[in-house]
């Protein structure tokens, strides 16, 4: 397995096109989250340090079914075994492709829908060769595997960069960050509530302003809900702790799904459906991405891709 102890990590970044005058990046605010625009002390609240209560107010369809647990006791032991995993995911994964369905919105701003579009993609996550550090790239391509274009949208956004969003469970990115058990959900996951920590400055999510090329980073905190017995990533959520430059709101929610590739002794956790939310200069979008058809390829000399078959057949949902 690869060391990790040299990793040099990417921004997770959300590159912001500019199309047809939108001057951001695509999210809407979840229902959750209409529901709680951040305007009191209690929500400005990390959300490790909010009480079962108000996690339950201000998230209420997320800890539903959650049986909270004060005790700590766990929680070292969950954060180790959980960077274990994270660690092998990054040191074993190969470059993969899948078919992405993505179905894009510009809301107004009771929520509701203003405009959409449908897309269809491959998605493709790969590697750069690097043996010190993690060098990853996540790229698009169309049906007949040519480059696909992000400014000729019509008004919408396309989000991305999801795969690698496991990252602040690697144990070199752990002390950026404070974390604290909640309990464990109906399906017995554990949840993790965690929040970076603004004097490490171990910024790893940002976006880039393609009009003036600029970089903002930005803290986020979130959720994490672990497999009961692999420790596996099931669930994760992050939203930012605020706002940065002109983007007001940012929130990802991705459900994983377990594959397994043909001739690979080990499953990999990879992302199944995604739920992105924005605002910025009070432009509101949402982006849905579903993944399916995963499959391992090799990129020879002209960079041909064996790709999975397009269909219009609903990927069912894998068994967790």
């Not at 006791?73 to 960077?83: H, P």
């Not at 000729?152 to 058990?181: D, E, M, V």
């Not at 990999?268 to 910025?280: G, T």
Request: glycine share 4%.
């Amino acid at each position: 397995m690869k060391n990790p102890s040299g990793i040099k990590s990417p921004p997770i970044l959300i590159a912001l096109l500019f199309i047809c005058c939108l001057l951001l990046p695509g999210i809407a605010i979840s229902q959750d989250l209409l529901q709680v625009q951040p305007s009191t002390s209690a929500q400005r609240k990390l959300v490790v340090d909010m009480s079962a209560d108000e996690l339950t107010q201000y998230y209420p369809s997320k800890f539903s079914d959650l049986i909270f647990d004060s005790n700590q006791d766990e929680l070292a032991s969950l954060l180790k075994n959980a960077g274990m995993r994270v660690q092998d995911f990054f040191g074993d994964l190969s470059n993969t492709s899948s078919k992405e369905q993505v179905f894009l919105q510009v809301l107004n701003s009771d929520g509701k829908p203003q405009s959409s579009s449908r897309k269809e993609f491959y998605y493709l996550i790969i590697s750069k060769g690097s043996k010190s550090e993690l060098d990853w790239e996540e790229d698009r391509v169309d049906k007949k595997g040519h480059a696909v274009s992000l400014n000729k949208n019509k008004g919408f956004i396309i989000t991305s960069r999801f795969a690698f969003l496991c990252i602040y469970l690697h144990p070199q990115h752990q002390p950026g960050s404070r974390f604290r058990y909640l309990g464990r959900a109906g399906n017995r996951a554990y949840v993790i509530a965690f929040a970076q920590k603004p004097e490490v400055a171990d910024y790893l999510a940002g976006y880039r302003d393609d009009l003036s090329n600029t970089l903002t980073h930005y803290r986020i905190q979130g959720f994490v809900w672990l497999h009961p017995d692999s420790y596996q990533i099931m669930r994760m959520e992050t939203s930012m702790v605020a706002p940065a430059g002109f983007l007001q709101y940012h929130a990802t929610e991705i459900d994983y799904q377990e594959v397994q590739f043909e001739g690979v002794s080990h499953s990999f956790w990879l992302p199944d459906k995604v739920i992105v939310n924005m605002k910025a200069r009070g432009v509101l979008c949402r982006n849905q991405h579903r993944y399916s058809e995963y499959k391992l390829f090799d990129i020879q000399s002209d960079y041909k891709i064996t790709l999975p078959k397009m269909s219009n057949s609903t990927p069912s949902k894998p068994a967790r």
